[in-house]
């Protein structure tokens, strides 16, 4: 069975620019997160889905990141226009809605913005 | 608001010696409990979790963890150390209540171990 897959695994941008990351869940999991993790900080939740709508966004830092999952299926990340303090790891996990204890981690993208 | 205070950013030990990571939390009732491994150019990895079963959970890798109530902690500890145990290690807390499922992580402990 394939992990939780992301791409790409790296993105260097300009302040300003636009970057979209892609997070493709395992195959049957509804639930889908997004956390981030700046400049050796803790990981910080930024939002979950379930299947297509967001269960909580609470975590999104402002109005330049916009998180989609049409269909339900992979969802995609977009910060834009990008600011320095973007810059991190971007990690993706998904679960089965009955059992969501447990969240399969992908192995994240590491956004540099100069 | 729940939130996780994980001890040192480094810890060091020598081969074959105890594994102790401390992780101690806060929340207004006893919440799920977990840790996390990254190896180097991986994602994280679920080594193990408590969600209100047993206190000593045993996890992969020879791992394992105690829920503490009383001193709200989570440490966890492997007997012996090997040289594959060096990682980033994430202690993590959430609700327990279904649906309220969003991760509080620590900042992590870096592990090295000494030939």
């Known amino acids: 069975e394939a992990g939780v897959t992301q791409f790409p695994s790296h993105s260097v941008i300009e302040k300003g620019q636009t970057v979209t990351l892609r997070c493709d869940p395992i195959?049957?999991?509804?639930?889908l997160y997004w956390y981030r993790r700046v400049m050796g900080k803790e990981i910080k939740f930024l939002l979950h889905?379930?299947?297509?709508?967001?269960?909580?966004e609470s975590g999104m830092p402002n109005n330049r990141f916009l998180a989609e999952r049409t269909g339900g299926t992979y969802s995609t990340l977009k910060v834009q226009p990008a600011e320095l303090e973007d810059s991190g790891v971007y990690f993706c996990?998904?679960?089965?809605?009955?059992?969501?204890?447990?969240?399969?981690f992908g192995p994240g993208t590491r956004l540099t913005v100069l | 608001a729940q939130s996780v205070t994980q001890l040192g950013s480094h810890v060091s030990v020598s081969e074959g010696a105890l594994v102790l990571l401390r992780c101690n939390y806060s929340?207004?009732?006893?919440?799920?409990l977990f840790w996390y491994v990254q190896y180097p150019n991986q994602g994280l990895q679920l080594l193990l979790k408590?969600?209100?079963?047993?206190?000593l959970v045993k996890g992969i890798n020879g791992f394992e963890a105690e829920f503490k109530k009383s001193e709200t902690s989570f440490h966890l500890t492997k007997p012996s150390a090997h040289m594959s145990d060096a990682a980033e290690y994430f202690c993590?807390?959430?609700?327990?209540?279904?649906?309220?499922?969003?991760?509080?992580f620590g900042t992590g402990t870096r592990l090295t171990i000494i030939p």
């Open positions: 929340s207004s009732v006893p919440p799920y």
């Open positions: 996990a998904s679960s089965q809605v009955t059992r969501a204890d447990t969240q399969y």
């Open positions: 993590a807390v959430r609700p327990t209540n279904f649906g309220n499922e969003k991760l509080t």
């Open positions: 195959s049957g999991h509804d639930n």
């Open positions: 408590y969600t209100s079963a047993a206190t």
């Open positions: 889905f379930v299947k297509e709508s967001k269960q909580d």
